[in-house]
């Protein structure tokens, strides 16, 4: 079975600051892992996908994420926080890379300070 | 190109009522998936459907049922409504493609069980 943990349902940080998501995965078998973000009123949107090609990957809107297997993390970051960056954002896992295996995360939702 | 479109975007009901979700994924979509995502719970996955056909269903009671008409729209039924039922229903297609598949999500309904 596999899982993802992301710690910290709320972060709040400044506009400008460096954005830190956390996510943690438990898997038996090498995991493909995700970010999703969730504006107000919206479903999700896919902000990356790690699929074994490279541990940092980057995503739109300027985030990106590294695979960690030693710390079994996929942590997001961003180095600039910008109001519209303002959501909840979900870490999922899937054992194949296939969207109709994937499990999600409680979620964090993100809150920018002027 | 329409996104996944859900409907209604709000719904209330009362305890043993029973509601109807309804979605429409992107045009060439096969595969219809349905989350709860209920407060501070995270994204729980319930259904998956795909060519007409459930594939997948989630740790939920038989309550929570479904089906996939021949446009590949979806419904998603929930009979005697609980309050604990009071979560947004996320709705997100995807095509048939084993490689690269991507989840798009709609906007989502939102049930309140009074």
């Known amino acids: 079975a596999q899982s993802v943990t992301q710690l910290g349902s709320h972060v709040s940080v400044s506009e400008g600051a460096l954005v830190l998501l956390r996510c943690n995965y438990s898997?038996?078998?090498?995991?493909?892992l995700f970010w999703y973000v969730q504006y107000p009123n919206q479903g999700l949107q896919l902000l990356l996908k790690y699929t074994s090609a490279a541990t940092l990957v980057k995503g739109i809107n300027g985030f990106e994420a590294e695979f960690k297997k030693s710390e079994t993390s996929f942590h997001l970051t961003k180095p600039s926080a910008h109001m519209s960056d303002a959501a909840e954002y979900f870490c999922?896992?899937?054992?194949?890379?296939?969207?109709?295996?994937?499990?999600f995360g409680s979620g964090t939702q993100l809150t920018v300070l002027p | 190109e329409a996104g996944v479109t859900q409907s209604p975007t709000h719904l209330i009901k009362t305890r043993g009522q029973q509601a109807t979700l309804r979605c429409s994924p992107i045009s060439g979509h096969t595969s219809v998936y349905w989350y709860q995502q209920a407060l501070g719970l995270g994204l729980q996955f319930l259904l998956w459907y795909d060519e007409g056909e459930e594939r997948n269903r989630g740790n939920f009671p038989p309550r929570f049922s479904g089906r996939q008409f021949p446009n590949y729209s979806s419904e998603l039924n929930v009979n005697a409504l609980e309050l604990e039922d009071s979560a947004l229903y996320l709705c997100?297609?995807?095509?048939?493609?084993?490689?690269?598949?991507?989840?798009?999500f709609g906007s989502g309904t939102q049930l309140s069980v009074l």
């Open positions: 997100a297609s995807s095509s048939r493609q084993l490689t690269n598949e991507k989840l798009f």
């Open positions: 898997s038996s078998v090498p995991p493909y």
């Open positions: 999922a896992v899937s054992p194949s890379g296939s969207a109709r295996q994937l499990t």
